[in-house]
Protein backbone atom coordinates (compact mmCIF):
# COMPACT_ATOMS: atom_id res chain seq x y z
CA UNK A 1 0.00 0.00 0.00
CA UNK A 2 1.71 3.39 -0.83
CA UNK A 3 1.78 5.73 1.37
CA UNK A 4 2.81 9.51 1.73
CA UNK A 5 2.87 10.65 5.29
CA UNK A 6 3.74 14.62 5.67
CA UNK A 7 4.39 16.02 8.95
CA UNK A 8 6.26 19.40 10.52
CA UNK A 9 3.37 21.91 9.42
CA UNK A 10 1.96 24.38 12.22
CA UNK A 11 1.91 27.86 13.08
CA UNK A 12 5.39 29.96 13.24
CA UNK A 13 5.59 33.60 13.06
CA UNK A 14 6.70 35.88 9.85
CA UNK A 15 10.71 35.44 9.47
CA UNK A 16 10.10 31.74 11.02
CA UNK A 17 11.71 28.49 9.88
CA UNK A 18 10.14 25.44 9.51
CA UNK A 19 10.66 21.53 8.19
CA UNK A 20 8.41 19.18 7.17
CA UNK A 21 8.79 15.73 6.23
CA UNK A 22 7.28 13.32 3.79
CA UNK A 23 7.72 9.74 5.32
CA UNK A 24 7.11 7.48 1.89
CA UNK A 25 6.64 3.49 1.76
CA UNK A 26 4.94 0.98 -0.51
CA UNK A 27 6.88 1.93 -3.30
CA UNK A 28 10.81 1.95 -4.57
CA UNK A 29 11.47 5.50 -3.11
CA UNK A 30 15.04 6.27 -4.98
CA UNK A 31 13.53 6.14 -8.32
CA UNK A 32 10.51 8.86 -7.55
CA UNK A 33 10.90 12.27 -8.52
CA UNK A 34 9.99 14.11 -5.31
CA UNK A 35 8.29 17.44 -4.89
CA UNK A 36 6.44 19.71 -2.12
CA UNK A 37 3.70 21.56 -3.21
CA UNK A 38 1.74 24.59 -1.79
CA UNK A 39 -2.04 25.27 -1.80
CA UNK A 40 -3.37 28.39 -0.11
CA UNK A 41 -6.72 28.79 0.19
CA UNK A 42 -8.64 29.76 -2.86
CA UNK A 43 -5.60 29.24 -4.58
CA UNK A 44 -4.74 26.70 -7.36
CA UNK A 45 -2.15 24.03 -5.88
CA UNK A 46 1.63 24.75 -7.15
CA UNK A 47 4.84 23.34 -7.20
CA UNK A 48 7.32 25.03 -4.73
CA UNK A 49 10.31 21.93 -4.86
CA UNK A 50 11.72 18.96 -6.82
CA UNK A 51 14.34 16.78 -5.92
CA UNK A 52 15.17 13.98 -9.12
CA UNK A 53 16.57 10.77 -8.19
CA UNK A 54 19.72 11.70 -10.05
CA UNK A 55 20.40 15.25 -7.14
CA UNK A 56 18.91 17.95 -9.43
CA UNK A 57 16.71 20.39 -7.60
CA UNK A 58 14.24 22.94 -8.69
CA UNK A 59 12.71 25.54 -6.57
CA UNK A 60 9.93 27.90 -7.29
CA UNK A 61 11.19 31.84 -7.96
CA UNK A 62 9.13 32.87 -4.94
CA UNK A 63 11.23 30.39 -2.58
CA UNK A 64 14.97 30.53 -4.10
CA UNK A 65 17.36 30.92 -1.28
CA UNK A 66 14.67 30.67 1.27
CA UNK A 67 13.82 27.13 1.17
CA UNK A 68 15.63 23.52 0.56
CA UNK A 69 14.37 19.99 -0.15
CA UNK A 70 16.69 17.39 0.38
CA UNK A 71 16.03 13.19 0.89
CA UNK A 72 17.16 10.61 2.46
CA UNK A 73 16.44 7.53 0.28
CA UNK A 74 17.84 5.16 3.44
CA UNK A 75 15.13 6.67 5.29
CA UNK A 76 12.28 7.07 2.00
CA UNK A 77 12.05 10.55 3.79
CA UNK A 78 12.10 14.04 1.53
CA UNK A 79 12.32 17.00 3.76
CA UNK A 80 11.33 20.60 2.94
CA UNK A 81 13.48 22.78 5.05
CA UNK A 82 11.75 26.67 5.31
CA UNK A 83 13.44 29.36 6.33
CA UNK A 84 12.26 33.82 6.55
CA UNK A 85 8.38 32.75 5.87
CA UNK A 86 5.63 34.86 4.87
CA UNK A 87 2.43 35.44 5.86
CA UNK A 88 1.85 35.04 2.20
CA UNK A 89 2.76 31.21 2.10
CA UNK A 90 0.41 29.88 4.49
CA UNK A 91 -0.85 26.80 2.95
CA UNK A 92 -1.69 23.13 2.81
CA UNK A 93 1.40 21.73 2.12
CA UNK A 94 1.77 18.17 0.22
CA UNK A 95 4.62 15.90 -0.77
CA UNK A 96 4.34 14.45 -4.22
CA UNK A 97 6.21 11.11 -5.78
CA UNK A 98 6.50 10.92 -9.48
CA UNK A 99 7.93 8.63 -11.72
CA UNK A 100 6.39 6.97 -15.10
CA UNK A 101 3.08 6.81 -15.36
CA UNK A 102 2.68 6.34 -11.42
CA UNK A 103 1.61 9.74 -9.30
CA UNK A 104 1.31 9.61 -5.84
CA UNK A 105 -0.09 12.51 -3.02
CA UNK A 106 0.37 12.50 0.60
CA UNK A 107 -2.87 14.39 2.44
CA UNK A 108 -0.81 17.90 3.03
CA UNK A 109 -0.07 19.69 6.31
CA UNK A 110 -1.16 22.47 7.35
CA UNK A 111 1.46 25.84 7.70
CA UNK A 112 0.25 28.81 8.60
CA UNK A 113 2.49 32.06 8.89
CA UNK A 114 0.93 34.61 11.07
CA UNK A 115 1.81 36.68 14.05
Known amino acids: QVQLVESGGGLVQPGGSLTLSCAAS????????MSWYRQAPGKERELVATFRAGGWRNYANSVKGRFTISRDNAKNTVYLQMNSLKPEETAVYYC?????????WGQGTQVTVSS
Open 26 to 33: GFTFSNYV
Open 96 to 104: NGRWESQNY
